[in-house]
C-alpha cells in the first residue's frame, strides 16, 4: 500500500523514470491549476462564502496535478523541459 496516490513508481513511468521531469511536468500543472482556482475562487466570492469556496476547493494543486498526470491528461514536450533547465 502506498501512502501517496497515485504511487510513485507509477507517475514515474510517464516520464521514462526521469524524477526531475516529472517534478518540473507536476509543479508547472499545478501552478496553472493554481492561478485558475483563484481566478475561479475570485469569481465564486460574489456568489459564495468563503467558506463554501474551501469546502469545494480542498484538493491541493500539486494533487489534482500529480493525478492529471497519471491518467496522461497532461501532455509535454520532454526537449523543451530539458532546455529550459539548461
Same mark, same amino acid.
Request: proline share 3%; with cysteine.
Given at each position: 500500500?502506498?501512502l501517496m496516490e497515485?504511487?510513485?513508481? $507509477?507517475?514515474?513511468?510517464?516520464t521514462?523514470?526521469?524524477?526531475y521531469l516529472?517534478?518540473?511536468? &507536476?509543479s508547472e %500543472? =499545478? %501552478?496553472?491549476?493554481n492561478?485558475?482556482? %483563484?481566478?475561479?475562487?475570485d469569481r465564486a !466570492? =460574489?456568489? *459564495?462564502? =468563503?467558506? *463554501? !469556496?474551501a *469546502?469545494? =476547493?480542498?484538493r491541493?494543486?500539486l494533487?489534482?496535478a500529480? $493525478? $492529471? !498526470?497519471h491518467r496522461?491528461?497532461v501532455?509535454?514536450d %520532454?526537449? *523543451?523541459f530539458a &532546455?529550459?533547465?539548461a
Amino acid at each position: 500500500m502506498s501512502l501517496m496516490e497515485p504511487p510513485m513508481d $507509477e507517475l514515474l513511468l510517464e516520464t521514462k523514470s526521469d524524477k526531475y521531469l516529472l517534478c518540473a511536468v &507536476a509543479s508547472e %500543472r =499545478a %501552478r496553472d491549476i493554481n492561478d485558475m482556482m %483563484r481566478g475561479q475562487r475570485d469569481r465564486a !466570492i =460574489a456568489l *459564495q462564502s =468563503a467558506t *463554501q !469556496i474551501a *469546502q469545494l =476547493a480542498g484538493r491541493k494543486p500539486l494533487s489534482l496535478a500529480m $493525478e $492529471e !498526470i497519471h491518467r496522461n491528461e497532461v501532455s509535454f514536450d %520532454r526537449e *523543451q523541459f530539458a &532546455a529550459d533547465g539548461a
